[in-house]
């Protein structure tokens, strides 16, 4: 059985909230997420929370500002009970029961990539930025990024004119609840999987080599490689997560771009066309 856990609001409209973790894999943004975070200094989409092989983590999607586990900027770190989290300026604490935290080392699948697990950035003042420049440098650092990678923040020779990541704007739920349901169906015509297909009826679809919601039986592919964001059936967006093999849209390599029908998405050796429409 699943260890239960749960974020309690420490601070703003929502203090003293709690919000149930049950489900293994919880996104965490401003407009597009399971947990909507209204708050102007959190992401589109922000973060995930995700329980995996016995113990809860938490993991940047390349938010501007970071998320900071206990003050201190993490790329991605494992929780433990009473661990504070902060994404922009709201301030919850992880709360959890039914595993043992007498284990501190964290499955050898996750930690296969070396010091992304745990891995912690230069603190920032409270209420600080930590600008995407910030944190790619650190990541080069680290070791994390090809040479390659350093063509990550370009804007996508995609479109004419480029058309980069830009959600739409609004309120912090961007309407979403008024917006019909769209399907989003993911076909694989090249990989291990090849044939398959996947149809999906939510806000965002994790693509990576574990525990994503596509999940991609390839060793060139990031355990969390980029994810598909749904505003509505005209508004699709891919981003990169930071991969390390990067992400490639009808040949050309991405870090975040609107996508249309038809498109091809390739991680690694898998090949994927794209279709969205009302479900």
Not at 39 to 65: C, F, P, Q
Not at 121 to 149: F, K, M, S
Not at 154 to 166: D, G, L, T, V
Not at 255 to 273: A, F, K, M, P
Request: hydrophobic share 35%; glycine share 10%; proline share 5%.
């Amino acid at each position: 059985m699943q260890a239960k856990a749960e974020l309690v609001f420490l601070n703003g409209e929502r203090k003293g909230d709690r919000f149930p973790l049950e489900q293994g894999r919880t996104v965490i943004g401003r407009q597009v997420g399971d947990l909507i975070v209204g708050d102007k200094e959190v992401s589109s989409i922000h973060a995930i929370i995700s329980y995996e092989r016995g113990g809860w983590y938490v993991m940047d999607l390349g938010s501007t500002n970071g998320v900071f586990v206990d003050e201190q900027v993490k790329l991605e770190a494992r929780l433990r009970h009473s661990t504070e989290l902060r994404v922009g300026q709201t301030r919850m604490r992880f709360e959890s029961e039914g595993f043992d935290e007498s284990d501190l080392s964290g499955p050898p699948d996750l930690l296969a990539e070396g010091a992304n697990s745990d891995l912690t950035l230069p603190h920032v003042p409270r209420g600080g930025t930590l600008t995407g420049a910030e944190a790619q440098r650190v990541r080069e650092e680290l070791g994390q990024l090809d040479v390659a990678d350093d063509i990550i923040n370009e804007p996508a020779p995609f479109e004419e004119p480029p058309e980069e990541f830009r959600p739409p704007s609004g309120p912090a739920v961007a309407g979403l609840a008024e917006s019909p349901p769209v399907q989003v169906t993911l076909e694989i015509i090249e990989g291990a999987d090849k044939g398959a297909v996947r149809r999906f009826n939510q806000e965002s679809v994790l693509i990576g080599r574990l525990n994503t919601d596509l999940v991609v039986r390839d060793t060139d592919v990031s355990r969390r490689h980029c994810i598909v964001e749904v505003f509505d059936a005209s508004q699709v967006y891919l981003r990169d997560l930071n991969s390390t093999n990067g992400t490639f849209v009808n040949g050309r390599r991405i870090s975040s771009v609107r996508l249309r029908n038809g498109d091809q998405i390739r991680l690694g050796r898998c090949l994927l066309r794209v279709n969205a429409r009302p479900a």
